[in-house]
């Protein structure tokens, strides 16, 4: 299994910017995929996911409105719409596959599989 992110990069604030995470190995509509970030001396955090079943998304409430999770089955990748980017959303982010129970969807522990990593960085 293989998760490639891409689309990373250095945007001033207010700009936007779309990652695509590929995967093979596995189908994106048979498991929750998921995007987490990571800033130098943080936690990972929950950005955002879509449920394999029925492909409802959800969003952590600082991205709320902001950031888009979308799925393309045919090319077997999701999509983070990046909008109206704020410093605050510096980060590695990572896309991630698993399979968790709907209350547990922002457990990064739960997550089976990872992509490496892309940076984003937002200036002010």
């Known amino acids: 299994v293989q998760l490639q992110a891409s689309g990373g990069g250095l945007v001033q604030a207010g700009g936007s910017l779309r990652l695509s995470c590929e995967a093979s190995?596995?189908?994106?509509?048979?498991?929750?995929m998921a995007w987490f970030r990571q800033d130098s001396g943080k936690e990972r955090e929950f950005v955002g996911s879509?449920?394999?079943?029925?492909?409802?998304?959800y969003y952590a409430d600082s991205v709320k409105g902001r950031f888009t999770i979308s799925r393309d089955n045919a090319k077997n990748t999701v999509y983070l719409q990046m909008n109206s980017l704020k410093s605050e959303d510096t980060a590695v982010y990572y896309c991630?596959?698993?399979?968790?129970?709907?209350?547990?969807?922002?457990?990064?522990?739960?997550?089976?599989?990872w992509g490496q990593g892309t940076q984003v960085t937002v200036s002010s």
């Open positions: 991630a596959a698993g399979r968790p129970a709907l209350s547990a969807i922002r457990d990064v522990n739960l997550y089976r599989y």
């Open positions: 190995g596995l189908t994106v509509s048979n498991y929750d």
């Open positions: 879509i449920r394999w079943s029925g492909g409802r998304t």
